[in-house]
């Protein structure tokens, strides 16, 4: 019995050649190629912004070494500098921002997106955005004129009143200080928190929501026991989105936070921050020690920052894995 033999082409070397060439003429290598210098422009805008503020900061790191983190000194006089006092500002401001933010911002969010009427959830966020596109100065503005005064005259002293036993509202009440800039932050961040954490829960699935009305659930309890759960990955990256935003804020901070560069326990005292004492000496700075100094401070703003991210993207990452509920047999 005969046997037949079919006898198939070998692709050859240039088979490769001919994917990569029929890939490029339909456009698909192209778009990749593109895509792809794009997405590592990123990337290198980065290095390279890092690159410089280390090559900017050469000489205090070799003067100061890592005392320039943990030193109290500010004194240009006698070229000597530290950026505790700063950190600590940066970080108190910030959480005073997220401490009030946070709820107001959440809770908003959530009347908008599951309780209003559509209509008037749709007018308040047009207003919310508005919020969010206004210049910082203005908010600056703002702090100065209104919440300054409202500050030194009602609500520091009832404060000292009723919880001056406490370290955290101790001293004078000057109206400038950390508890003023942490206001003021608040009043800020809190419309990308509305904004983000409402697109995210209006993108939870009806399902959800019809599932568990249909178990008896009341619209509060589906709202917070089911899609609020659902939405909180989502939540968490409004809310590090917003102290990203706190974090780097610079005119409104230092207009009302006092640029006094002490560590002091009250809330009620005067301090500074790291983005407000670059903005406010920089362009006095005399001497090169002096300028880097300030360019380290924008380096460790900068790691602080990416520090802060970092960790932020670990809590969501950990949260979402515990929240998925997955049983390994």
Same mark, same amino acid.
Not at 51 to 73: I, V
């Given at each position: 019995?005969?046997?037949t033999?079919?006898?198939v082409?070998?692709a050859?070397?240039f088979?490769?050649?001919?994917? %990569?060439l029929f890939?490029l003429?339909?456009?698909?290598?192209?778009?990749?190629?593109?895509?792809?210098? %794009?997405?590592a422009? *990123?990337?290198?805008i980065t290095?390279? /912004?890092v690159?410089?503020l280390?090559?900017?900061?050469?000489?205090?790191?070799?003067?100061f070494?890592?005392s320039? +983190?943990? !030193?109290?000194?500010?004194?240009?006089? +006698?070229?000597?500098?530290?950026a505790?006092?700063?950190i600590?500002?940066? #970080? *108190?401001t910030?959480? *005073?921002a997220? #401490?009030?933010a946070?709820p107001?911002? &959440?809770?908003?969010?959530?009347?908008?997106a599951e309780?209003?009427p559509?209509?008037?959830s749709? !007018?308040?966020? %047009?207003?919310?955005?508005?919020?969010?596109?206004?210049?910082?100065?203005?908010?600056?503005l703002?702090g100065? %004129?209104?919440?300054?005064?409202?500050?030194?005259?009602?609500i520091?002293?009832?404060?000292?009143?009723y919880?001056?036993f406490?370290? #955290?509202f101790?001293?004078?009440?000057?109206?400038l200080?950390?508890?003023?800039a942490?206001?003021?932050?608040a009043?800020?961040?809190?419309p990308?928190?509305?904004s983000?954490?409402?697109?995210?829960?209006?993108s939870v699935?009806?399902?959800q929501?019809?599932?568990?009305?249909?178990?008896?659930?009341?619209?509060?309890e589906?709202?917070?026991k089911?899609?609020?759960? +659902?939405?909180r990955?989502? &939540? $968490?990256?409004?809310?590090? /989105?917003?102290l990203?935003?706190?974090?780097?804020?610079t005119?409104?901070?230092?207009?009302?936070i006092?640029?006094?560069?002490i560590? $002091?326990?009250?809330?009620?005292?005067?301090?500074?921050?790291i983005?407000?004492?670059?903005? $406010?000496?920089?362009?006095e700075?005399?001497?090169?020690?002096?300028t880097?100094?300030?360019?380290?401070?924008g380096?460790?703003?900068f790691? /602080?920052?990416f520090?802060?991210?970092?960790?932020?993207?670990?809590m969501?990452?950990?949260?979402?894995?515990?929240?998925?509920?997955m049983?390994?047999v």
């Amino acid at each position: 019995m005969g046997t037949t033999t079919t006898t198939v082409p070998s692709a050859g070397p240039f088979a490769g050649s001919r994917s %990569f060439l029929f890939r490029l003429r339909e456009g698909d290598e192209i778009a990749r190629l593109l895509t792809f210098l %794009f997405a590592a422009s *990123v990337v290198l805008i980065t290095v390279l /912004l890092v690159y410089e503020l280390w090559q900017g900061s050469a000489l205090p790191r070799h003067q100061f070494g890592f005392s320039f +983190f943990r !030193t109290s000194a500010w004194d240009p006089v +006698f070229d000597q500098f530290g950026a505790l006092p700063f950190i600590y500002g940066t #970080l *108190v401001t910030s959480a *005073v921002a997220l #401490l009030i933010a946070v709820p107001l911002g &959440i809770g908003a969010a959530i009347f908008l997106a599951e309780l209003a009427p559509l209509r008037l959830s749709d !007018t308040l966020e %047009f207003f919310i955005d508005l919020l969010a596109a206004v210049p910082s100065v203005i908010y600056g503005l703002l702090g100065i %004129f209104i919440v300054v005064p409202l500050m030194r005259q009602v609500i520091q002293p009832q404060l000292k009143h009723y919880l001056g036993f406490l370290p #955290l509202f101790k001293g004078p009440a000057f109206g400038l200080g950390f508890l003023t800039a942490g206001v003021v932050l608040a009043i800020m961040i809190i419309p990308y928190i509305i904004s983000v954490s409402r697109e995210i829960l209006l993108s939870v699935p009806r399902d959800q929501r019809e599932a568990a009305l249909a178990l008896g659930a009341t619209r509060w309890e589906s709202t917070w026991k089911v899609v609020v759960p +659902f939405a909180r990955t989502g &939540i $968490s990256g409004s809310i590090f /989105l917003a102290l990203a935003r706190a974090l780097g804020e610079t005119m409104a901070v230092t207009m009302v936070i006092g640029n006094t560069p002490i560590i $002091s326990a009250s809330l009620l005292s005067p301090g500074d921050s790291i983005a407000s004492v670059i903005a $406010s000496q920089f362009k006095e700075a005399t001497g090169e020690l002096y300028t880097q100094s300030l360019i380290e401070l924008g380096l460790v703003l900068f790691l /602080l920052t990416f520090i802060l991210n970092g960790l932020a993207r670990i809590m969501i990452v950990v949260t979402s894995k515990r929240g998925t509920g997955m049983v390994h047999v």
